[in-house]
């Protein structure tokens, strides 16, 4: 059984759309997963991979509970940014204790730690849902980056995919999504990095078989 919900609205008043999946009665009980796309509204492959996910679980049910939110930047997706409409990064605008309010050109982190409200939506759905195994999709490298608890979980969806797996993606990451729930609270984060920024259906046939393991098979 599947679901629309609203999440939260962007800092236009756009709403953050979700879908949330009920696992089959028969399914051993697993915490709930979360998989999100385009944080950054200019990595659309990631929106892809997340509607073609809908796609295929709207014809078999994951084994978990389970949240797809395609796109989390949806201003940003529309206008072509990176950033929100308050030209914030939201991967970087977390409430990690890594954050600081420093910042390299293009990588504003906000005025404080998840003072945007896209950020504040899937904290506040992280929460209320008890989501344990998070999976960001993202478009600028091809490897499969954990986090936390999530090297094991990294490691059989790289396998699957025929890509590299990685515990650092090269350079700092304050504020970052990975930061707050895989560092800080030790959950099992990966960010699956797919080596398309325009949209391309490779970005979904290279991980389909990963993201689908994720959600049906391990504890």
Excluded at 77 to 92: E, F, I
Excluded at 157 to 178: C, E
């Amino acid at each position: 059984m599947a679901r629309d919900e609203v999440i939260g609205t962007t800092v236009s008043g756009r709403p953050i759309e979700a879908i949330v999946f009920s696992p089959p009665r028969y399914a051993k009980p697993r915490p709930p997963a979360i998989v999100f796309g385009a944080i950054h509204g200019d990595e659309p492959a990631s929106r892809l991979q997340a509607e073609r996910l809908i796609e295929e679980l709207l014809d078999r049910p994951p084994g978990r509970e389970t949240w797809i939110i395609p796109v989390v930047n949806v201003d940003g997706l529309l206008g072509g940014s990176k950033n929100n409409a308050r030209d914030v990064d939201l991967n970087r605008n977390f409430a990690a204790t890594n954050w600081v309010a420093t910042y390299q050109g293009g990588y504003f982190p906000g005025a404080t730690p998840e003072s945007e409200p896209e950020t504040q939506a899937l904290a506040s759905l992280i929460d209320r849902s008890g989501a344990e195994r998070l999976i960001a999709l993202h478009a600028t490298f091809r490897v499969m980056n954990w986090d936390g608890r999530g090297q094991a979980l990294a490691e059989e969806m790289a396998r699957l995919a025929g890509y590299p797996a990685a515990g650092d993606i090269g350079y700092p990451t304050p504020g970052s999504f990975g930061s707050k729930y895989g560092l800080d609270r030790g959950l099992e984060v990966v960010t699956v990095e797919v080596p398309y920024l325009e949209v391309d259906e490779r970005a979904w046939t290279d991980t389909r078989t990963a993201l689908r393991w994720a959600l049906d098979l391990p504890s």
